[in-house]
């Protein structure tokens, strides 16, 4: 589970904002354009997050 949570759910965070910013690019839409800014924080915040096991 640790593999997941640390690699697999911001890698499909970053290609969920990746396909909201493209779709948004030609027709213009701002929800789809939030939507992929949303995404593109919780994968940044995902991939900085400090692993709690990593404490010495």
Do not use: D, H, Q
């Amino acid at each position: 589970m640790p593999f997941i949570k640390r690699f697999v759910l911001p890698a499909l965070c970053l290609i969920a904002a990746l396909s909201c910013y493209s779709a948004s690019y030609p027709a213009g839409g701002t929800l789809l354009l939030l939507m992929g800014a949303g995404f593109e924080a919780l994968f940044w915040m995902g991939l900085l997050k400090k692993n709690p096991a990593a404490k010495a």
